[in-house]
């Protein structure tokens, strides 16, 4: 169970590189680490490439995304100047 408060949806935003509307492709994991392929549909913040990805640290203490369901479309908030993103 994640440690770590999310905060306000503004926050979220302006903390955020990127944020998207996209669908997951693929998730690769890497012990507790979660990287996903993602095909975005829209970008609301900056300019992810339509076929990009995100890495996702796990464990209690990280605060990532956990394992996001493939095929689900999600809203994405993410860092990062380009592909793989982090969140």
Known sequence: EC???QGQLGQQVKKADV???GTVD???TEGQDHTYSITASRAYQGAPE???MVESAGGRNACGLGKLG???TYVFFATGTEAPYQA
């Open 70 to 72: 493939v095929g689900t």
């Open 3 to 5: 440690t770590c408060k």
């Open 19 to 21: 944020v998207f509307i």
């Open 26 to 28: 693929s998730v690769a």
């Open 50 to 52: 339509r076929s990009t």
